[in-house]
């Protein structure tokens, strides 16, 4: 199994702040991998797909990079309702998830 | 705009088989697109659990694998998921989804929350 570690655990930051999240493979899953967005109470909502393919809709102050083992997604100026729980997915192998870094409010 | 419902079986006793039924609105189940079923709990996270095509294809989570049937029916609009011999681990909320190959899951119902309990 592909095992998807994320980092950090918790991030807290201000509004209009930039924030880097990272997520990282046990073995390459080439650019196969997905982040999402859940809030409370909601299912997880697409946000990048292939690595940094930026789903139907998205502001473009998402964005996602990386390939192999290391991955990257990067919001440009942290808005209110960007607070919220971010998960990445590897489709490469099966499918399997990151443990989530939570976005809140410092 | 593309909706998915999964039904709702509440609570199962242990041992017994957990059966979900999800189905779709506004996307025809026919199509290009592959239908899965992923699990969430506080302890463990996301777990993906099975995906099928429309044409029957189907793959598993090699953990679940043994415990877990995914089915289509294309006259419903309807996939299905049974885990048989369940236990208290296999409480979670259930969701099901739409995926595109090589891109993830871009629709999602609301999900279920299955308890396994006595």
């Known amino acids: 199994e592909i095992v998807m570690t994320q980092s950090p655990a918790t991030l807290s930051v201000s509004p209009g702040e930039r924030v880097t999240l990272s997520c990282r493979a046990s073995q390459s899953v080439s650019s196969s991998l997905a982040w999402y967005q859940q809030k409370p109470g909601q299912a997880p909502r697409l946000l990048i797909y292939?690595?940094?393919t930026r789903a139907t809709g998205l502001p473009a102050r998402f964005s996602g990079s990386g390939s192999g083992t290391d991955f990257t997604l990067t919001i440009s100026s942290l808005q209110s309702e960007d607070f919220a729980v971010y998960y990445c997915q590897q489709y490469n192998k099966w499918q399997t998830f990151g443990q989530g870094t939570k976005v809140e409010i410092k | 705009q593309v909706q998915l419902q999964e039904s709702d079986p509440g609570l199962v006793k242990p041992s017994e088989t957990l059966s979900l039924t999800c189905t779709v609105f506004?996307?025809?189940?026919?199509?290009?697109?592959?239908w899965g079923w992923i699990r969430q709990t506080p302890g463990t996270g996301l777990e993906w659990i099975a995906n099928i095509f429309h044409s029957g294809t189907s793959y598993y989570n090699p953990s679940l694998k043994s415990r877990v049937i995914i089915s289509i029916d294309t006259s419903k609009n309807q996939f299905s998921l049974k885990l048989n011999s369940v236990s208290v681990a296999d409480t979670a909320v259930y969701y099901c989804a739409r995926g595109r190959q090589a891109s993830g899951y871009d629709s999602w119902g609301q999900g279920t929350l299955v308890t396994v309990s006595s």
């Open positions: 506004g996307s025809s189940i026919n199509s290009g697109y592959y």
């Open positions: 292939d690595a940094s």
